[in-house]
């Protein structure tokens, strides 16, 4: 039991640690700081730029009177 209990420990350390990589390459992270402490920190992901620059792609089509 222990060595299965190692292997499934194993595992979940992986995956945190996998994701946390993956977060910090494809998040940005903004952390404001007042007094030396740190206030607030927002993560922004990617996929939000991608759909504001699709958006600017797009053409609007002009209004018809």
């Known amino acids: 039991m222990s060595k ?6 194993k595992i979940l350390l992986i995956t945190f640690v996998l994701l946390f990589l ?3 390459a494809f998040g940005k992270t903004i952390t404001m ?3 030396g402490k740190e206030l607030i920190t ?24």
């Not at 299965?4 to 420990?9: D, G, P, Q, S």
């Not at 922004?44 to 089509?61: F, G, N, R, Y």
Request: aromatic letters at 2%; hydrophobic letters at 15%; a negative charge.
């Open 4 to 9: 299965e209990l190692t292997n499934i420990l």
């Open 22 to 24: 993956y977060n910090t």
């Open 33 to 35: 700081e007042v007094d």
């Open 42 to 65: 927002i993560t922004v992901s990617e996929e939000k730029d991608k759909t504001q620059e699709s958006e600017k792609t797009t053409e609007e089509e002009p209004d018809c009177e």
